[in-house]
């Protein structure tokens, strides 16, 4: 599946042979990465993107996770995703990354904004959040800017680099992004 977002970026749903392409964006931004993403360490080679992407597929039929890749100028730049999704609850959370380079073109939050599209009209969500490290304002700015409502600072909620971290916990409901929509037309 291919989502188009603008004429430079569109997101299309990860498959196997972006392993080594993963792999190669990852290894190219890994010091940065690894500041706010537990799961960069973990990811040494193409097997492990494999397995990855795989489980990402499985979990795709499965309606509880939805990954894409970001393409930007028809080059992979990073991946975002619709994840932890919970159909009875109606709830999904937003994640992202992106390489360092690519950052600072408004990628991620137009990529958001698609995403929630998505979720909120192709899934029926409800609430949508997203969750950064404090620290990582970058992200935070993302949630700010796409008009997600701080809800507070969960303690010691992710496992990062040895130490437990806090994170900001940001959320917007069905109903404020149908108001936000309405607002633009």
Known sequence: MNIKVDENISLRFLEEQDAATMLNLVN???AYLRQWLPWVDSMQTVDHFKIYINDSIKRTAEKTDFG???IFKDQLAGRIGLHHIN???RIG???YWLADGMQGKGIVTKCCKAIMQYGFTQLGL???EIKCAVGNNRSRAIAQKLNFKEEGILQQAEWLNGNYINLHLYAMLKVDWLNEVDEKK
Do not use: C, K, V
Request: proline share 0%; net charge positive.
């Open 68 to 70: 894409f890749a970001i």
């Open 93 to 95: 959370e937003i994640g």
């Open 28 to 30: 190219a931004n890994r």
């Open 126 to 128: 409800n609430r949508i």
């Open 87 to 89: 159909l009875q609850n």
